[in-house]
Every structure is written in structure tokens, then in C-alpha cells.
């Protein structure tokens, strides 16, 4: 079992940037893909980044690249997920999760979710 806890979001201004964290409990951590999701209002939730137990692959929705960068550090069970040159197409809800399937980007393969963080971009 892992549980996940966003913090990180808020209200920035186009162009700005903001750092999302993920922190999780339990001893497997290191060997669950972490990834980000996003839901906007009246949208469906959707991928955002994906890191690899390891740290050495990621992946990324295309309209983030360039401007996400995921990352992990395994000895805090920490996730996290640098946004810079934020638009108003950003706000959302963001998520972060866990699944053992390795790299994956499917929403239905993820196990465990977090409650999620408000982030808001403003133009």
C-alpha cells in the first residue's frame, strides 16, 4: 500500500513557475513509475509526466515538454514536478501517482492516487 500527498500548487501568473511536490509512505517506493495527472474543469483527467522507479526514464505529454521536468528523489519517497513558463491552459487539478507498471501513462494502470493540488494560472 502507498499513500500520496500533493502539496505545491497555487496561483501563479502566466509565465511563472511553481514546483509540485508528491511525498509517499511505505518501504516500496523506490519500485513503483511515479507519475502526474492533470484534470481541468470539464475535461478529462490526462497524463502529464511519468519517471521510471529508477530516475533514468521519463516521459512527458507533449504540450508540457520542454517546460515539466519530473523528477524523484527515492530516499525522501518524494515525486516531483517543476513547471516553468506556466499558461493559463495549465490550471487544473494535479495528481500524482503510483503503479508498477513499468513507464507507464494510462490513468487506469496507476494504483494509488493523491487527493490532488489546485494550480492556477493566470493571464
Known amino acids: 500500500q502507498v499513500q500520496l500527498a500533493e502539496s505545491g500548487g497555487g496561483l501563479v501568473q502566466a509565465g511563472g513557475s511553481l514546483r509540485l511536490s508528491c511525498a509517499a509512505s511505505?518501504?516500496?517506493?523506490?519500485?513503483?513509475?511515479m507519475g502526474w495527472f492533470r484534470q481541468a474543469p470539464g475535461k478529462e483527467r490526462e497524463f502529464v509526466a511519468a519517471?521510471?522507479?529508477?530516475?533514468?526514464?521519463?516521459y512527458y505529454e507533449n504540450s508540457v515538454k520542454g517546460r515539466f521536468t519530473i523528477s524523484r528523489d527515492n530516499a525522501k519517497n518524494t515525486v516531483y514536478l517543476q513547471m516553468n513558463s506556466l499558461k493559463p491552459e495549465d490550471t487544473a487539478v494535479y495528481y500524482c501517482?503510483?503503479?508498477?507498471?513499468?513507464?507507464?501513462?494510462?490513468?487506469?494502470?496507476?494504483?494509488?492516487w493523491g487527493q490532488g493540488t489546485q494550480v492556477t494560472v493566470s493571464s
Open positions: 501517482a503510483a503503479t508498477r507498471k513499468y513507464g507507464s501513462r494510462w490513468d487506469y494502470e496507476y494504483d494509488f
Open positions: 519517471i521510471t522507479w529508477s530516475g533514468d526514464i521519463t
Open positions: 511505505g518501504r516500496t517506493f523506490s519500485s513503483y513509475t
